[in-house]
């Protein structure tokens, strides 16, 4: 991890008539940092990590992801990351090589680039003998591991990963957290949501949302010190359930 600011986020609101989803959030992320987004269904997560992907427009606030600002620039920052979710990473009717030809083409790759790196990135996985198996044929776990491979298969400056791990058994989860350090060590970012709050001690800095708004930013130790809870989960019930359910 480096000084360097990747994402910049100063007061960012969105609004969906009168329901706030995002409640001036302001936060920065640093390039190489693994940056877990914690909060509970309904806590803005997925809303914010759309508007930081270029897919939705902030309604007031600063944002810069990659150096580009998006409200003018949403299509240059597409190119500059990568993003995977649970719920669609991959096309289930097409090979494992027709997923990494059409990803790569959609990152801008150029076809000679995407041949040659194709037989590179299987081996890394030891997926060489799926390369002609259907996707939605192979077990979770070994789709989940593609998926995002293929994700940072670009070299993007920053990956968002919206519940990645969800579903998979427990030494899958390791294996996929031992590629997400390997990608940072390359300078990658990581902006990872997860209801595993297990995961969350894997992260550099952590943030914990509650009802649209962030209710504190630390590292996972600083966290646990300053309300005094052996674990993130406990950080998390004591700070972030809504106010009618406290």
């Known amino acids: 991890m480096t000084d360097e600011k990747v994402i910049e986020v100063k007061d960012l609101v969105k609004k969906f008539g009168s329901f706030i989803a995002n409640d001036h959030l302001s936060f ?20 914010a990590i759309r508007i930081l992907s270029g897919l939705s427009k902030p309604s ?19 190119r500059h990351i990568g993003y995977m979710c649970q719920k669609f990473s991959l096309y289930e009717d ?85 590629m997400i350090y390997k990608a940072a060590d390359d300078g990658i970012t990581i902006f990872v949501t997860t209801h595993y709050m297990d995961e969350a001690e894997y992260c550099d800095r952590v943030s914990i949302m509650s009802e649209g708004k962030i209710i504190d930013i630390d590292s ?14 406990d950080v998390f019930v004591k700070i972030a359930r809504p106010a009618n359910n406290k």
């Open 60 to 78: 007031s606030g600063e944002v810069k992801v990659a150096g580009y600002d998006i409200y003018r620039h949403a299509e240059q920052v597409k």
């Open 220 to 233: 996972p130790a600083q966290l646990k010190k300053k309300y005094g809870s052996p674990s993130i989960q």
């Open 94 to 178: 097409l090979t494992v090589a027709e997923n990494i030809m059409l990803y790569g083409g959609i990152y801008g790759m150029p076809g000679k680039e995407i041949k040659n790196k194709t037989g590179t990135l299987l081996e890394s996985l030891d997926f060489t003998g799926y390369r002609k198996r259907i996707i939605g044929d192979l077990p979770l776990g070994i789709r989940q591991k593609l998926a995002f491979a293929v994700a940072i298969f670009h070299k993007p400056d920053i990956v968002f990963l919206d519940e990645p791990t969800g579903g998979v058994d427990p030494i899958t989860r390791r294996q996929f957290w031992e």
């Open 28 to 47: 920065n992320v640093h390039r190489g940092e693994i940056f877990g987004f914690l909060g509970a269904n309904g806590a803005g997560k997925t809303t």
